[in-house]
């Protein structure tokens, strides 16, 4: 949110960079700043263009399921795509992430849009959507690097897909897999060629990296972005002390991929001296993906939700619990919802040596989505038709699916960071009363 919109306003104001190596991904930053230059500096443009962006991931969930399911029936899978576009409608977090300064909406439609162009089509893509589709993703990634996990996911659309052409596939292929990792290579380019060139640094996108993997690999990391000591709160804050406190332990100044090859050293040092531990927190990190807790670092959600800027709606924990049964259920009878699975496994997997927040599991909604909405209507019509052997199944999935997503989170701490974030932020605009309120609840959860 500030981060962002402060970044924006000095590149604005001429300072386009400050000769040193990105230390925070600039994509999004960049596209702000160009439109405040075109529109005037407020947030209106932004976030209109965030809500037609989060529009059109509701088309994209619809086309996505029509496209999964018309096997089954065209009725029964619009009907699970206008399901599956509505509960995107009423997700109270996705309704939030496109309502502030934040890449997050830009980041799930563009990543839909990639699935649904693999998920449409027959074949696999040709040169120039290879390309194009390669650009998409280096340009997406230099606001939020995650994306780069889907490259896999494309890789095998062009192997595994027949070639549009039966004459020299291989040649096809290849040429295709050069242009995808040529489309990348140009996207992210701007990162890359600053850092390299204007910063003389070798960071291939931003030097945060380190820091962030230290974050999520520590002894005191519990799944979720908790700071370790001598790192304050806050973004810009946090960055910050990261280089004071790398260039400390130094003793002289650093380049920025200095800085993140220190935290990173850090980070790997901690997980081959405890290997069982980390083993036990990757297994913390991947429950925590999954849980129904959510954990926003900025309690946004629960702000706007308060204030009544957000209609109230569903949320991850019910999305989650309702699609796993259908991801397993549907892997033979449904072979392109494996293209969906695929990617939420992917997005899984970029987030496990970090750690998770509500904005970074977003991305999977849309896919959960498709399977929750299939899942119920299936349900339905398996009931009418009294097929109970497919509602048994169904049940006893769904059981083991909310004993997992629903497993309790115990760690009190987590459960105060709503209160005191809400607290602080009601002090700031001078609403004691409930800063009172919101703060003694955080206290009540953590009293030292």
Avoid at 183 to 196: E, R
Avoid at 295 to 323: C, H, M, N, W
Avoid at 416 to 421: E, K, Q, R
């Amino acid at each position: 949110m500030h981060f962002y919109d402060d970044w924006a306003r000095r590149i604005v104001s001429g300072q386009f960079t400050d000769h040193l190596a990105f230390y925070g991904l600039p994509g999004y930053a960049y596209l702000l700043a160009a439109l405040y230059k075109l529109a005037g500096y407020g947030p209106f443009v932004p976030a209109l263009l965030q809500a037609l962006l989060d529009a059109g991931t509701a088309v994209l969930i619809y086309k996505i399921s029509v496209a999964i399911f018309s096997g089954t029936g065209m009725r029964c899978a619009q009907i699970a795509g206008l399901v599956a576009a509505g509960g995107w409608a009423v997700f109270v977090p996705a309704q939030t992430y496109a309502a502030i300064l934040m890449p997050t909406a830009w980041l799930v439609f563009i990543f839909w849009l990639i699935l649904w162009r693999i998920i449409r089509q027959k074949n696999a893509p040709g040169r120039c959507e290879a390309l194009i589709l390669g650009l998409l993703v280096g340009l997406t990634a230099t606001a939020i690097a995650t994306i780069l996990f889907l490259i896999p996911l494309l890789i095998s659309a062009i192997v595994l897909k027949p070639a549009i052409s039966n004459h020299s596939q291989f040649r096809t292929r290849i040429s295709a897999l050069v242009l995808l990792f040529l489309g990348a290579a140009a996207g992210t380019s701007p990162c890359w060629v600053h850092n390299c060139l204007v910063a003389q640094d070798r960071v291939f996108l931003s030097a945060h990296s380190g820091i962030n993997f230290w974050i999520g690999n520590n002894p005191s990391a519990n799944g979720y972005p908790r700071f370790p000591p001598g790192l304050r709160a806050g973004q810009a804050a946090m960055l910050q002390d990261s280089i004071d406190a790398a260039e400390s332990a130094a003793g002289h100044s650093l380049k920025r991929g200095e800085v993140s090859h220190y935290w990173s050293a850090k980070a790997r040092d901690y997980i081959q001296r405890y290997p069982a531990a980390w083993l036990r927190l990757v297994a913390l990190k991947f429950r925590a993906f999954w849980s129904a807790f959510q954990y926003d670092d900025l309690s946004i959600i629960t702000i706007l939700r308060e204030q009544k800027v957000t209609f109230p709606g569903i949320y991850f924990g019910l999305v989650a619990t309702l699609a796993l049964p259908m991801m397993l259920l549907l892997w033979n009878t449904a072979p392109l919802s494996r293209w969906i699975t695929a990617a939420i496994v992917l997005h899984l997997l970029a987030l496990l040596p970090v750690f998770t927040t509500e904005r970074y599991r977003l991305p999977i909604v849309p896919g959960l989505l498709v399977f929750a909405a299939f899942g119920l209507i299936t349900f339905f019509n398996n009931v009418v038709a009294g097929k109970f052997n497919s509602v048994i199944s169904y049940g006893a999935l769904l059981a083991a699916s909310t004993l997992f997503v629903s497993w309790p989170q115990s760690d009190p701490s987590l459960w105060a960071l709503d209160a005191y974030n809400s607290g602080w932020q009601a002090l700031e605009s001078g609403d004691l009363t409930l800063a009172e309120k919101k703060l003694q609840l955080a206290r009540a959860y953590v009293p030292t």
